[in-house]
């Protein structure tokens, strides 16, 4: 089964050439020089996120380069072609790599992010897959499109996630463990509390719990690691500063948590 980007205003199939998209409806959409389509419609969805900004994008894909977080990158990845997923969605792919890495062995990627910036540097430098600009809270696919979903650390709309995967596809979620990136929060807070665990929704197939060490030895890197982060908004200059000096590494927790639609 193919998978095609679906209209936005009324939920056709969307084809084209090379530089638009539209529908039977006679709804049309331009691409981006870099390849991407932006089918948000009437901003941004209540409850959805505003998206990442150029400074975070930009560090994610700097510290991802460096391989900081490559053993969650490539857990993501193992999981995926485990399940022999030929058809694979990034519902929240930043700027790419995650989807890019899960789809090596030859699956057919599709990207998503209501960030216009992430979207536009993932398109560039993956172009083999296919990236829109838009929620999660309103995927453009048809019902059953794919056979794996990704989701990191991003909103987890499950009736949507669910609705876009065939029977039987897996929604690959990653949410951080309660001691991710302790280091780096206590040098920013003087009570830094743990992340609490998510109720998950059944049907749960498996759980794998991914820790490393994240080793920080440049101070660039240091800054990457927290812009990269929420707490790069609430941080003052003083404890940034504490962060690029002082941080030599940093534990990275996170849980691995697979759905199964039955």
Not at 235 to 247: F, I, K
Request: overall charge negative.
């Amino acid at each position: 089964m193919s998978v095609s980007f679906r209209c936005p205003h009324c939920g056709q199939p969307l084809t084209g050439e090379e530089r638009t998209l539209s529908c039977a409806s006679g709804h049309v959409f331009d691409r981006a020089r870099e390849g991407y389509v932006n089918l948000m419609v009437g901003g941004r969805l209540p409850g959805g996120p505003s998206g990442d900004d150029d400074t975070m994008v930009r560090a994610r894909r700097s510290v991802f380069d460096a391989g900081c977080y490559g053993p969650i990158i490539d857990a993501v990845a193992a999981t995926v072609q485990s399940a022999g997923a030929a058809n694979v969605l990034d519902a929240g792919c930043g700027e790419g790599t995650y989807l890019e890495r899960a789809c090596s062995a030859g699956a057919q990627g599709w990207g998503i992010d209501i960030s216009k910036v992430a979207v536009k540097l993932a398109a560039k430098r993956y172009p083999r897959c296919s990236f829109a600009v838009a929620s999660s809270y309103r995927l453009p696919f048809d019902d059953a499109s794919f056979d794996a979903v990704i989701d990191v650390f991003s909103p987890r709309p499950f009736d949507e996630l669910f609705r876009v995967l065939r029977p039987g596809g897996v929604a690959v979620v990653v949410t951080p463990g309660p001691g991710h990136l302790a280091q780096l929060k206590a040098l920013l807070y003087d009570t830094p509390r743990p992340h609490e665990a998510e109720e998950a929704m059944p049907p749960v197939h498996t759980v794998q719990h991914v820790r490393f060490t994240v080793d920080l030895g440049e101070p660039s890197l240091r800054r990457q690691l927290l812009e990269m982060t929420p707490y790069w908004w609430s941080a003052v200059p003083e404890r940034q500063a504490l962060v690029e000096a002082t941080l030599a590494s940093v534990d990275a927790d996170m849980v691995l948590t697979t759905y199964r639609r039955p």
